[in-house]
């Protein structure tokens, strides 16, 4: 994913059941609304959608991470701002992971999905 000049992230939709099945991320850049597409499954689990204000915006994400036969899997993940805290999404069990950005702002995700989320990642712009 091209970070290059993302001003924030918009919006963050989560597709969770038992587990995280899918993630959408909205940037803002030059002054337009983009969004690269669904990293997991569509249409399965509930859609959750986190519209940031736009003052607002991501400081740290955790979740729980559990073996999925050769793979591993996104069992949870939750999202805090510097306004709000989201989730937690999934279930929380098993290997418990965080993601700060610290002095900064997520400005972007990557990551692994076959059928559901099986990695995540942040890009962190200092503040």
Known sequence: MDVTDITRIVKV????????DGLIVTY?????IESPG????????QLTEIILQNNEYI?????????EGDTLQV?????????NTYGPFGTEQEVPFALPAI?????G???RA?????????YVKST
């Not at 803002?28 to 337009?32: A, K, N, V």
């Not at 069992?75 to 306004?83: I, M, V, Y």
Request: proline letters at 4%; aromatic letters at 8%; a positive charge.
């Open 13 to 20: 939709g989560i597709r969770h059941g038992a587990s995280i």
């Open 28 to 32: 803002e850049r030059h002054g337009r």
């Open 38 to 45: 669904l990293w997991g499954r569509e249409n399965y689990g």
């Open 59 to 67: 400081t740290n994400v955790t979740g729980h991470i559990a073996p």
């Open 75 to 83: 069992r949870s993940l939750k999202f805090e701002t510097n306004l």
């Open 103 to 107: 002095r900064g702002q997520v400005i």
């Open 109 to 111: 995700f990557f990551g």
């Open 114 to 122: 076959g059928p559901m989320l099986e990695a995540i990642g942040v």
